[in-house]
């Protein structure tokens, strides 16, 4: 390691010409624009003016509610999901693991409007396979997409199968990163698996169940393109309407500049406080 | 012995009985992508159940076409992720080389503030970014409009971070003996020694580039410069559509992926679990 600044800041000039044209000045930029009228041109300064809105703007409070309550149920269960899937992929007694790795990580290369297009019609009323299914085996026809409860629970399917494998991808590496004579001292300490998996494999893969949650929290805070495409514009009425949906509807329908902003400082704001929550959660203890 | 092997044998069946339905469940949406993709819509739209393939692709990716410029849309895409690839791989691995092999002012606000862009949620910058690309640089439904502002990330570059702190210092120190300038010795001994992270940061990034839907759905929103997933992407929610090809569409999106998965595996897991160990 040698200390050499004008060497190493050739090597990164590049990567941070693009990082202050396209993040930096964004970042401060749209900070700067959320105190702003922007329905008029010029725009002006109006400190009140969008936040004053979104504190009482019942829309907003609509998709935070849903957001949230995707991020409470759905973030949790697919972290669950990717363990299980992770203990049971990295199990010794498991043969073709190969088409079993093939069946739970192909969704992470499918593109979101491709399974978006698909969860439509497999989930749809009267012709969607699903209702078929439920049907032939005696239970009722759902209808996924007129009922807000359905509706949720269809987006929170959605975004678990395109996701679960990739978290699953990062704990199985994670869990093998763990030294193999762990396992082999408990074992021979006649430590029951189960107890092996609470005890020894839980807690040393702690950061790394952090660094997906994070991961997964800041995605699912920004959900837009499954109600944008699978609900139909976060149908019904609103029912999936979602912060990253609200932001686009404002920002980019109504031309609301402003207002979009101070709807994703809001994301923002959430996403730091959660990260930092989750950091204060796992500190290691002094 | 044999009870403790018998035992072995019952939770190997377990497993095998609890995770081949999970998987089965898993694929399913996939296997319904391809035989949506080959049946026709009265098909699609039948009350029976059909589980295995028809032989109506090719009519339907003719209705795609007639819905859309499926096929231009696809040459657009094919064109941004490669150039995309190649640029941003240049950019990363720069970076990433910096941050592993030299020590310089400022190094623990760089890797500082790349840690935090992680944290941050996309959708912050997104507005600005519209603004200057479309408005001040009046680059909206150009290529570069798409290959440009999404050329920083920060996973890739501590991904290259890693790759390149993990080599030994000799092989470099033998080569700056000898006069070599630094960036011959990036070219020339450290990116041939870090081909394995490489392809994996391609294929990362050429799919982060083939599937990105929002900033192409902001930015290129005229026919004629749509990426393929916009472009299908318009079509969902449609009356008068075919589904059939909607379905021919997302096949094609989709199985090159699944193929190059396939192919390579190792490349590409390495690629997402880079995260996790440090």
Not at chain 1, 131 to 140: A, M, Q, R, T, V
Not at chain 1, 202 to 230: H, N
Not at chain 2, 12 to 25: C, D, E, G, K, R
Not at chain 2, 36 to 55: A, C, K, V
Request: with cysteine; glycine share 6%; proline share 6%.
């Amino acid at each position: 390691m040698r200390n050499r600044n004008a060497t190493a800041y050739r090597f990164l000039t590049p990567y941070l010409l693009i990082f202050a044209i396209f993040w930096v000045w964004p970042i401060i930029s749209s900070f700067m624009i959320s105190f702003q009228a922007t329905r008029t041109v010029p725009w002006r300064f109006a400190p009140g003016f969008n936040w004053g809105r979104l504190i009482g703007d019942p829309a907003f409070f609509n998709a935070l509610k849903n957001t949230l309550l995707i991020l409470v149920i759905q973030v949790p269960a697919m972290i669950a999901l990717a363990m299980l899937m992770a203990v049971l992929l990295n199990s010794p007694l498991l043969k073709a693991r190969g088409l079993y790795r093939f069946a739970f990580f192909a969704p992470v290369v499918v593109g979101e409007v491709a399974y978006s297009a698909v969860f439509r019609l497999m989930f749809s009323l009267d012709f969607g396979i699903v209702n078929k299914l439920l049907n032939s085996i005696g239970l009722p026809k759902i209808d996924w997409f007129s009922n807000v409860t359905p509706a949720m629970a269809l987006i929170m399917i959605a975004v678990t199968w395109r996701w679960a494998g990739y978290n699953a991808i990062i704990l199985l590496a994670g869990m093998q990163s763990i030294p193999e004579d762990v396992y082999e001292a408990a074992t021979l300490d006649r430590v029951s698996k189960l107890k092996q998996f609470f005890y020894i494999t839980l807690p040393l893969l702690k950061p790394v169940i952090v660094f997906c949650a994070v991961l997964s929290i800041i995605g699912t805070m920004q959900l837009f393109t499954e109600p944008f495409l699978i609900t139909e514009r976060g149908g019904p009425g609103g029912g999936t309407e979602t912060l990253g949906l609200l932001l686009y509807r404002q920002g980019f329908r109504s031309l609301n500049f402003g207002y979009a902003s101070a709807v994703a400082y809001t994301m923002a704001g959430l996403a730091i406080a959660i990260t930092l929550v989750q950091l204060w959660l796992t500190r290691e203890p002094k | 012995m044999s009870s403790l092997a018998s035992a072995r044998l019952k939770r190997s069946i377990a497993l095998h009985l609890f995770l081949t339905p999970l998987a089965l469940i898993w694929l399913f949406p996939l296997w319904m992508m391809v035989v949506f993709s080959t049946m026709p819509d009265n098909g699609i739209f039948s009350p029976g159940i059909e589980l295995l393939p028809h032989g109506n692709f090719i009519d339907n990716f003719n209705n795609l076409q007639r819905d859309t410029d499926f096929v231009g849309a696809i040459v657009i895409s094919v064109c941004v992720a490669v150039t995309y690839t190649f640029l941003s791989v240049m950019l990363t691995s720069m970076a990433g080389w910096a941050l592993a092999r030299y020590q310089f002012v400022g190094k623990g606000v760089v890797v500082a503030i790349i840690l935090g862009t992680i944290t941050l949620p996309y959708a912050v910058v997104l507005i600005p970014q519209f603004i200057m690309v479309a408005r001040d640089f009046k680059l909206a439904n150009t290529w570069v409009a798409l290959i440009v502002p999404p050329l920083f990330n920060s996973l890739g570059v501590l991904f290259m971070r890693q790759s390149f702190s993990m080599m030994p210092d000799d092989l470099f120190d033998a080569a700056r003996v000898e006069g070599v300038k630094e960036w011959r010795i990036y070219v020339f001994i450290a990116l041939p020694l870090a081909r394995p992270m490489l392809a994996a940061l391609c294929i990362i990034l050429f799919l982060a580039s083939w599937n990105n839907y929002l900033w192409p759905l902001l930015i290129n929103s005229q026919p004629g410069s749509m990426t393929a997933p916009v472009a299908l992407g318009t079509l969902i929610g449609l009356t008068k559509v075919s589904w059939g090809g909607i379905m021919a569409g997302a096949v094609m999106l989709t199985v090159p992926m699944l193929i190059v998965f396939v192919l390579l595996q190792r490349h590409f897991i390495a690629g997402i679990a880079a995260g996790a160990v440090k």
